[in-house]
Antibody, heavy 119, light 107 residues
Framework: EVQLVESGGGLVQPGGSLRLSCAASGFTFSSYSMNWVRQAPGKGLEWVSCISSRSSTIYYADSVKGRFTISRDNAKNSLYLQMNSLRTEDTAVYYC????????????WGQGTLVTVSS | DIQMTQSPSSLSASIGDRVTITCRASQGISNYLAWYQQKPGKVPKLLIYAASTLQSGVPSRFSGSGTGTDFTLTISSLQPEDVATYYCQKYNSAPITFGQGTRLEIK
């Protein structure tokens, strides 16, 4: 069974940093591209970033470019999102997701971790 | 960037009704379109990819069509468990973009 378990969310002040982690299991993690997708409270889905299976290709949404960094450790079956210079508009549930390929449809979602940016 | 516009934003229909949700891309995207269902308090679930391919395990009352800029998600006979928000998603090039969502309720 595919499982994606996020951690690292919490309350942070504007301008602060946070690192999200995602532990993957139930599939060959090193064979799949991964994404982060977020959803602000009561709002729609927003794609944040994606990373290819071997980290050779990375893309970001314009809203996070230069502030967020996606990475992965295939030996640890883990995906990460380093978030710096956080803004109040970054407040959202962050989902770790598996894609069927780089820039392809998302077939599995984690339960999400809430990031709240507030003073 | 390519924008995705869904309509309507919300709709109310009766059990057994045929329901149609549309998604329009600001530029042609071939068939690189997916549909997701998000039930209240739950994570999104993939329903359809490549515009018309049903994801494994999804009931056959769901179907998708379209190519280029105009796409449709159809529920042939609405069931109570279909209450959810539905999102289209354009992929295959960055940035990946979601539509704003369509909230479906039972009348």
């Amino acid at each position: 069974e595919v499982q994606l378990v996020e951690s690292g969310g919490g309350l942070v002040q504007p301008g602060g940093s946070l690192r999200l982690s995602c532990a993957a299991s139930g599939f060959t993690f090193s064979s799949y591209s991964m994404n982060w997708v977020r959803q602000a409270p009561g709002k729609g889905l927003e794609w944040v970033s994606c990373i290819s299976s071997r980290s050779s290709t990375i893309y970001y949404a314009d809203s996070v470019k230069g502030r967020f960094t996606i990475s992965r450790d295939n030996a640890k079956n883990s995906l990460y999102l380093q978030m710096n210079s956080l803004r109040t508009e970054d407040t959202a549930v962050y989902y770790c997701t598996r894609a069927t390929g780089l820039l392809l449809e998302i077939d599995y979602w984690g339960q999400g971790t809430l990031v709240t940016v507030s003073s | 960037d390519i924008q995705m516009t869904q309509s309507p934003s919300s709709l109310s229909a009766s059990i057994g009704d045929r329901v149609t949700i549309t998604c329009r891309a600001s530029q042609g995207i071939s068939n690189y379109l997916a549909w997701y269902q998000q039930k209240p308090g739950k994570v999104p679930k993939l329903l359809i990819y490549a515009a018309s391919t049903l994801q494994s395990g999804v009931p056959s009352r769901f179907s998708g069509s379209g190519t280029g800029t105009d796409f449709t998600l159809t529920i042939s006979s609405l069931q109570p468990e279909d209450v959810a928000t539905y999102y289209c998603q354009k992929y295959n090039s960055a940035p990946i973009t979601f539509g704003q969502g369509t909230r479906l309720e039972i009348k």
